[in-house]
């Protein structure tokens, strides 16, 4: 039983979070550290920079002319990736330039931009393959491993593929310093003209223009999006009000507010010779396969549309954008960041996630096994029904720079198809989606908040597919901290009087689902009203109240691996569901410990919404509306269910996953 309220470790969790990143924010215990090439005492990261001049004097050189040279030499958590002279050597050979002289004003400050991460300390531990995070210049910078053959397979770290490097993990006080042998290449193309440049990928890219779907991929910054007042914090009067400025009142910085709003996208694409390895060898052999797929799965839509290529119900329209998400998603945060696989119990199930993609009406399902990332796969280990698809990890894919400001793509290993097979079996399953998917916002303004006990908040009126009203309204996501219990450790907390509407992701076959949504519970938790399409659903949910009362009819697991413990624990998973209540999952642990897996937990629950019948080609809204008139009550937000009766009413039953 927890006995702090949950307005206590509230304000516990954000005043600490609020004070690492408004104090002082330094890397100067090495206990905190990977053990790394060398250690820099009390060195900022510009004093180490100055003591390795004759391999980084260039660099230092372009920090000095753009100004950033000072930023170095204070508190903050910067990863510094340091060109060496070499490096500025073939760079300004390659680009006409005689000297560090010769190089622009603007040119500078582009590359140092593009060469330090200002948020925080990533060393090569942190990550096997995927991004190391967004640089100033707000572009990913990914880390890919290969082995160096000529010097008995040693590991080698790249920076964006090209970038090797040379001496890494060098901790100083205000972050980490690597030294690379080449200048982290970036673009400032977009994405489909990115994808355009890429030789191995010509019939994709040929049939992403025919579509018109490369329009749809051209966006980056929403210039409408308001500026900040002069405190970079509050913005207007539905945000005057909120526990993050009341933080700031008590000495502390408030809550991480977005300050710029991004349009990004992710392609999962097939190299040509994966299509010729299935018979595609040009663009009108891939108008012939999608037609056969496409026909199939909407009969009702066969014939009517085939030469028309950007009517979104063409075949060939559909190939393309099932292959699109609206959302930029490195290799390593597809499922969720490295650190939180060590709480999923891998045993039970694979970890996955499920996303809306740009074809209407159509989801996808990643999966993670073997530290590999699928498609589609439908399986747990090397029990499979459905092989699925196989991502391409970064350093797989050659030295071609596949990331634009505005998105990014990967290669896969089949052709993608949403045929019946991935229609009927794959997506017969429980579909749970993490409240971070149910919009881009909450990943394209900046990296999830995985395991991080911070928050991060958001102007109402930009988050999409959410209409948020209601007094002192406050969308904020929220990271693990010592008091929440959270599946992929984060969630979305909405606070306030709210009255929140979210267009929910489609489902993959009309059907009778069961919807639900996972959150945890305590004593401010407020009651809400949910209405499916303006319906309502059932009497108001009383989220105050969690396993520990009576009326759940939550009971612990009887332990043992045995008919009798088995058959004690599904009666009680039936007596709650018959209350409108689910324990919280099994596969995902509280911290580290099996034992304290969610479903573990009394104060971690699922409460079913509705149950009726959905069809992918409607349009499902969920209407969330905080009934007490209290502004100080939120809810905390954890996934979302849509589970088919083929399932919850199947033969064995759901499982506890």
Same mark, same amino acid.
């Given at each position: ?48 920079? /100055? ?34 002279? /070499? ?107 990115? =994808? ?90 891939? =108008? ?11 009969? /009702? ?72 990332? *699928? ?41 993608? &198809? ?47 597919? &959410? ?120 596969? *995902? &642990? ?68």
């Amino acid at each position: 039983m927890i006995t702090k309220t949950i307005k206590q470790f509230f304000w516990a969790a954000l005043l600490s979070c609020s004070i690492a990143v408004g104090m002082t924010s330094c890397v100067d215990n090495d206990d905190d550290v990977p053990m790394n090439r060398y250690t820099a005492g009390k060195l900022t990261a510009a004093q180490f920079l /100055e003591e390795n001049e004759s391999r980084v004097g260039d660099f230092i050189s372009i920090l000095k002319k753009s100004n950033y040279f000072a930023m170095l030499s204070t508190y903050g958590n910067y990863t510094v990736f340091a060109p060496n002279n /070499e490096a500025f050597s073939t760079y300004m050979s390659s680009n006409g330039y005689n000297s560090i002289d010769d190089i622009p004003q603007a040119v500078c400050d582009t590359l140092v931009r593009t060469h330090i991460i200002k948020t925080k300390a990533y060393y090569t531990t942190d990550i096997s393959e995927g991004s190391l995070g967004m640089n100033m210049a707000e572009t990913y910078i990914e880390l890919s491993i290969n082995s160096d053959a000529e010097n008995n397979n040693a590991v080698v770290h790249y920076a964006n593929k090209v970038a090797r490097m040379l001496e890494y993990d060098d901790s100083v006080t205000n972050g980490v310093v690597h030294i690379v042998n080449h200048i982290i290449p970036r673009t400032s193309d977009k994405l489909p003209d990115v =994808i355009a440049a890429d030789s191995t990928v010509t019939i994709f890219s040929q049939a992403l223009f025919m579509t018109g779907l490369a329009d749809s991929l051209m966006a980056y910054e929403d210039k409408n999006y308001p500026e900040w007042g002069a405190d970079k914090t509050s913005q207007d009067s539905a945000y005057q009000w909120t526990i993050m400025v009341k933080c700031k009142a008590e000495g502390a910085d408030p809550c991480q507010w977005v300050q710029k709003r991004y349009f990004k996208f992710t392609a999962f694409i097939e190299p040509d010779s994966i299509f010729a390895a299935e018979g595609i060898h040009n663009i009108d052999d891939l =108008i012939a396969k999608a037609k056969a797929v496409y026909d199939a799965v909407y009969p /009702e839509d066969a014939g009517l549309y085939d030469n028309d290529f950007k009517n979104r119900k063409n075949p060939l329209n559909r190939f393309i954008a099932y292959h699109l998400l609206d959302r930029v998603m490195p290799y390593d945060e597809v499922i969720m960041r490295k650190d939180c696989f060590k709480h999923w119990d891998i045993d039970k199930c694979d970890p996955e996630e499920f996303y809306e993609t740009m074809c209407p009406g159509t989801l996808m399902r990643f999966s993670s096994w073997n530290d590999e990332l *699928y498609i589609n796969r439908k399986g747990h280990k090397t029990n499979t029904e459905v092989e699925g698809i196989r991502v391409f990890r970064p350093a797989e894919s050659g030295s071609t720079l596949q990331q634009a400001p505005n998105g990014m793509y990967h290669y896969i290993t089949k052709v993608l &198809w949403f045929d019946t097979t991935v229609r009927d079996i794959v997506m017969n399953c429980r579909i749970r989606f993490d409240t971070t998917v149910l919009s881009p916002d909450f990943l394209n303004s900046d990296r999830p908040l995985y395991g991080e006990n911070k928050l991060r908040g958001y102007r109402l009126d930009y988050i999409k597919n &959410w209409k948020v009203m209601g007094e002192k309204a406050v969308i904020a996501l929220h990271g693990e901290g010592p008091w929440w219990q959270h599946y992929k450790s984060n969630g979305i907390t909405i606070s306030g009087i709210f009255d929140v509407t979210i267009k929910l992701p489609p489902v993959p076959k009309a059907g009778t689902y069961e919807i639900r949504t996972g959150y945890t519970a305590n004593a401010e938790r407020g009651v809400v009203q949910f209405y499916l399409n303006d319906v309502p659903c059932g009497i108001p949910a009383d989220l105050r109240i969690g396993g520990w009362d009576p009326s759940i009819g939550w009971v612990a697991d009887v332990t043992g691996d045995n008919a009798e413990a088995r058959n004690a624990n599904k009666a009680t998973d039936k007596a709650m569901h018959n209350r409108g209540y689910m324990k919280g999952m099994d596969c *995902y &642990w509280q911290g580290a410990a099996p034992e304290n897996a969610l479903r573990n937990l009394t104060n971690n629950l699922r409460y079913v919404l509705t149950t009726q019948q959905l069809d992918p080609n409607e349009t499902y809204y969920l209407r969330c509306r905080q009934v007490l008139k209290d502004p100080e009550c939120y809810w905390s937000f954890d996934y979302l269910e849509f589970c088919p009766k083929s399932v919850y009413s199947g033969e064995t039953g759901e499982d506890t996953h």
